[in-house]
């Protein structure tokens, strides 16, 4: 059976991607915007460094978060949804660096590798692109906060191999991610502490459970 890539490409592969393919490389400010839906991005986008948020803007101002990437993701201009009132755009968090690949250029380096970083990693960026917003989706579907921490807490052990992860946003941002109270959250934090389910120590997490 083929190897599969796990959804985050580490910093090795990050290099030897970039080393390939020579792609250009913009660095954003925090705050900077990175795609757009009103401004056509045709190549994949290789986060190399950073955090960027997809959001959502309504005509009333009101923001929320749809989804946050981190080193080793892969965005694109297809990921932008189109609501009826309002737009969405991806935005840096926390200053990025992206790399800028023409993915005709990544299926045809594919075709001539075989069985390495290389050959895998058209799969990778499908995989790596569906899995963040299926994700997501299952997250919100849990009928409680505790029920939403905990599954994402999974998805990060399944992104980092880890049990003690880093929580990749602020509170006040995991809690809009999670469509949930930010006080009620950090209630359920506590609880989950008092538990014995989790450890936390300030944006450190480790499930015991």
Do not use: W
Request: charged share 25%; hydrophobic share 35%.
């Amino acid at each position: 059976m083929e190897h599969e890539m796990p959804y985050l490409l580490g910093i090795q592969e990050l290099e030897t991607i970039v080393r390939t393919f020579n792609p250009a490389i913009k660095n954003f400010e925090r705050g900077e915007s990175i795609l757009r839906k009103d401004v056509r991005e045709n190549r994949l986008c290789f986060l190399l460094n950073g955090t960027a948020y997809l959001q959502i803007e309504n005509e009333y101002d009101s923001k929320q978060i749809l989804d946050y990437f981190v080193r080793g993701q892969v965005l694109c201009h297809d990921m932008l949804a189109e609501p009826h009132n309002g737009h969405c755009y991806v935005f840096a968090k926390y200053p990025c660096s992206i790399a800028y690949i023409d993915p005709i250029d990544i299926i045809g380096c594919s075709q001539a590798h075989k069985d390495d970083l290389l050959s895998r990693l058209p799969g990778f960026i499908f995989r790596s692109i569906l899995s963040s917003a299926q994700q997501h989706r299952h997250i919100l579907q849990q009928k409680t906060i505790r029920n939403k921490l905990l599954s994402f807490f999974h998805y990060q052990i399944s992104l980092h191999g880890s049990h003690s992860f880093r929580l990749p946003l602020p509170c006040s941002d995991l809690a809009d991610y999670l469509s949930v109270d930010r006080s009620a959250m950090m209630k359920e934090l506590s609880r989950l502490s008092n538990d014995g389910i989790i450890e936390k120590k300030g944006r450190k997490i480790k499930l015991l459970m």
